[in-house]
Every structure is written in C-alpha cells, then in structure tokens.
C-alpha cells in the first residue's frame, strides 16, 4: 500500500504541477520508496498510453440548423398581468429584469390578496446545513438580487427582514448548483407532488411543491430549478408566490402590514435539497389561488422571459 | 479570425460566422465523444447535437471561452448518451468502425502498427470501465489536453475538484489496465 506515501501527488506530478520544492522532495519519496515508484510508474504509463491514441476525424459533416444562429436576447419588460397585483409587477420590473440578465430573475416577493407586495427576499442557505457543499454555488456577477437593483425597487418594495448573520449564509438566489446533474435535477424530489415542468426548447424550468394546497401562513418549500438544456447547468432561481388581483384600495399601506412577512430565508434543504421558502399571507382567504412563478431565459424566438407558474390553493 | 470575433458576428446574426467554428472544434469535440462513448456512431451524434445546441444557445455563453463551453454542451450530449446507453447497449459492430477512424502512425511497421493497436484497444476498454465522471475527467485531460482551468469552466466544478477527478481517474485507468500485456509488458512483476 502506499496511500501513506506521496500517492496522492502522483497526478500533480505528472502534470508537472508541483513546484521546485514539492518535486524535489517527490523524487527523494521515490528514489527511497520503491512501492511509490512502482505505482508512479504505472500512473504514468497509463496516462501516456491515453494520450497515445491520438486523435480522431469527425466522420460526417454537421448540419447546422436552418436560419441564422439565435441573436443575444434583448431583455423585455414584462407585461403586467392583473392577476398578479401592482406590487409584484413593479417589483418585476424594478428588480427582476436586472437579475434575467443574469439568467434568471432573482427576488422572492410575496404578494397577499387585494394588496400587492408585501415584503420580498432571496433565498439563502443555513451555515453548515449541509445543503449544499462550500463553493458549489455560483452567484452571477451580473446584478445583484441582495439589494434588489437599487433604489427603485427598495422604494417600491419593503426590504427584507434581516436575518442574521451568524444563521444564514450570504444571498445566493438565483444560484448555480455547482455538480448537479441535469438529470436528476429535473426530477423534484420524493414528495414534491405537485410540479409542473417547461422546456421551451433551451430552457427547462422545473417548480415543485409538496402539496396542492396550504393554509394562510403555511410555510411553503418551493423546490425550483432551471436547467440550460444545452450546458446541463442547474440553477436554483429564486420565486415569486403571487397572489390574486389587487383590488382598487390595495396599495402602500396594506402591503406594509407585518404579519406575512416573506421568509425565504430559513436553511433550505429537503432531505439535502436545496429549496426556496416562501409563506402563504396569513390574511389569504381559503378557496383563492395563488401562482408559484419562476422565470427562466426567453426562449428561442421568444421575446420574453419564459415564465412558468404552479398554482396552488389556499386551504 | 479569432472565436471571440467569430461569435461577435454569430450574435449579429452572421450564419457563416458559425461555420468556422465547427470546423475548428469538430475534430476535437468527436475524440472525446469518442474516448466517452466507445462508438463512433454516438460519438458523432454528440457533435452534431453538440453544434445545433450551441447554434441555438450562443447568447447562453457569458464570460467562457468559446471552447470550454463548447466542451460544457458536448460533454452535456455525452452524458445524455451515456444515461441512453445504460437501457440500449452498444452495438459491437459499430465499435469496429471505431478503430478505423482513429488515425495510425504511418510511420510503424506491421508488428508495431498491431502492438500499437493491441495497446490502443486496451486502452479503449479500460477507459469505458470507468465511472463516467472519471471517465470524462481523464479524457478532457489525457485526450484533449485541456488546462485545469479550462476542465473547471467545462464541468462548471471547482478546481479542486478538477484535480481530485483527474487523479482519481488516472488511478483507475491504471488500475484497469493491469492485466494488459500490450500497456504493461512487465505486469506480472510490476504488480
């Protein structure tokens, strides 16, 4: 065995990745230790026998698709949908445009009967949770969900409650899930009932809930993802839970009552999955529906954003 | 004219803009679908499916290099292949049509044209022994010589990871290749 020796440097070293240093004390390693030279050996020719095989002809030629390749989307604005409630549209339009640059849109706003936003945030993961392991998740450069893209969407929209430091890790929605396979991706997990999946053709966008139906002030896992059909690449978007129409004296002043804060901010992990959290309004009225929203890249062809929902019922 | 310029003019809406791209990352792109799949049917399936994604998703790469990305979807249609190659097996006539596209050493002789061959098909074998995620590792490296920075864009993990994988599956490869004569002419003393 040599696992107590130098075996763990042996790739490193024949890349020539180790320094003057580091090499000199490997070649000492092997120069004493027959069992490291004998497997460094075998390493090696291996990978040179790889390397020999040299390459290859593609042997038909490519057919492109007809038509000229697909020209860098423009970003749109949405258009307001009524059902949804003032708040949410500006907030939409204020934060979430600046984020589907980025790839996909990236507040969490929650919105209760008749009176538009009432609070938003991103997700976030609890420190050593386990959700998800350090460095696997990659925030887009572009934009910035934390802050909502300045000051317009803060005057349009409540800031988030803050959450401690010392309980939550930084914002990360929308998030890269780093090692995650498309495959299994698409498939909400054990529980998650009731989901509704979208391909447009080069963007899959997965949303999943673990029933139909919630009680005001239900907690609600929104398990989401939205996969780039081409890359493979997952991402963890950020949702909007969207309530019914706004009625005409919704406004500023009910959607700053506290009592339904949004909180997609706990550790957000089901059976190790990373979810979004959002909380039915308290003052939701049984029978209503609401929309889980998720916003992927437009689509080809598409002008908008691709937009998929998930309706679920108040109880 | 360079890729960066090349996909400049793709994203104006430059169809033939397109068309030295894929001639340029063709070859490379089927080797390794090649050294992933072992059958050069799928291999080429691959790199058309590669091409027509990319053709459609161009304005998806931001802040990558055209060919590490290029790598990301193939490797993508690889591993879609793969998962369809767990229900539908190869078939072993398609993988005789592998060895007479790999290109031979026109300068060997006849016993070391099929001691090289010998080796090669050692080698082939061994390498769709591995656990795909090895699998890829090693031929992103080994065959296409990629840089540990280019694999961590193409397999959008950290470099750490690059690292752990290409050793792992180096390890195995050697590993597999144990019992080979035509790889390890001494392996009965060697191990």
């Not at chain 1, 009432?118 to 450069?141: C, D, F, I, K, T």
């Not at chain 1, 029933?211 to 398990?223: L, M, N, R």
């Not at chain 1, 609401?290 to 437009?298: F, K």
């Not at chain 2, 296409?144 to 397999?155: D, H, V």
Request: aromatic letters at 4%; charged letters at 20%; one cysteine or more.
């Amino acid at each position: 065995m040599v696992s107590d020796h130098v075996e763990g440097l042996f790739s490193a070293a024949y890349d020539g990745e180790l320094s003057g240093d580091a090499r000199a004390a490997f070649d000492r390693h092997l120069a004493e230790c027959s069992a490291c030279a004998a497997a460094f050996a075998q390493l090696s020719t291996a990978a040179d026998a790889l390397r020999e095989l040299g390459p290859a002809r593609m042997p038909r030629p490519v057919r492109l698709p007809e038509g000229a390749p697909i020209p860098q989307r423009r970003l749109v604005r949405l258009p307001a949908r009524p059902s949804w409630g003032r708040g949410l549209v500006a907030g939409l339009t204020a934060a979430g445009m600046v984020a589907v640059a980025g790839g996909i849109a990236a507040v969490v706003i929650v919105t209760r009967p008749n009176s538009g936003v009432v609070s938003r945030g991103s997700a976030s993961y609890a420190e050593g949770g386990g959700a998800l392991p350090a460095g696997a998740v990659n925030v887009p450069a572009a934009g910035n969900p934390a802050t909502c893209a300045g000051e317009a969407c803060s005057a349009a929209v409540p800031a988030p409650s803050p959450t401690p430091a010392s309980e939550h890790a930084s914002v990360t929605c929308p998030a890269e899930l780093q090692d995650t396979s498309a495959a299994a991706a698409a498939q909400p997990p054990a529980g998650f009932s009731n989901h509704v999946t979208q391909d447009n053709g080069t963007t899959t966008v997965v949303i999943a809930t673990q029933a139909a139906s919630f009680p005001p002030g239900q907690t609600v896992d929104i398990y989401a993802r939205v996969i780039d059909d081409a890359t493979g690449a997952v991402w963890l978007p950020c949702a909007y839970l969207a309530g019914p129409e706004a009625g005409p004296s919704s406004g500023a002043e009910a959607a700053g009552g506290g009592t339904t804060a949004a909180t997609p901010v706990a550790g957000l992990n089901v059976g190790g999955v990373p979810v979004v959290e959002v909380v039915v309004p308290k003052l939701a009225v049984s029978g209503e529906a609401y929309e889980v929203v998720v916003e992927g890249l437009s689509g080809v062809g598409e002008v908008q954003p691709q937009q998929v929902s998930l309706s679920i019922e108040v109880t | 004219m360079d890729d960066e310029a090349l996909l400049d003019r793709c994203r104006r809406g430059d169809r033939d803009a397109f068309t030295p791209l894929v001639h340029r990352y063709q070859d490379e792109l089927y080797t390794m679908a090649l050294r992933l799949t072992g059958n050069p049917a799928d291999a080429a399936d691959v790199v058309q499916e590669t091409f027509t994604r990319a053709f459609r998703s161009l304005p998806k790469l931001r802040g990558a290099t055209v060919r590490a990305w290029l790598f990301r979807v193939a490797v993508n249609c690889a591993h879609d292949v793969h998962r369809q190659r767990t229900r539908r097996p190869a078939d072993p006539l398609e993988d005789e049509e592998g060895r007479v596209l790999d290109l031979p050493d026109p300068g060997l002789g006849p016993e070391a044209t099929a001691l090289q061959r010998e080796r090669a098909d050692a080698v082939r074998q061994a390498l769709l022994t591995l656990p795909h995620e090895f699998r890829v590792a090693v031929v992103l490296r080994d065959v296409n010589e990629l840089s540990y920075e280019e694999m961590a864009e193409a397999l959008s993990v950290p470099l750490g990871t690059v690292k752990s994988r290409i050793s792992r599956a180096r390890t195995l490869l050697a590993v597999a290749l144990r019992g080979s004569a035509a790889v390890f002419p001494t392996a009965e003393e060697a191990w």
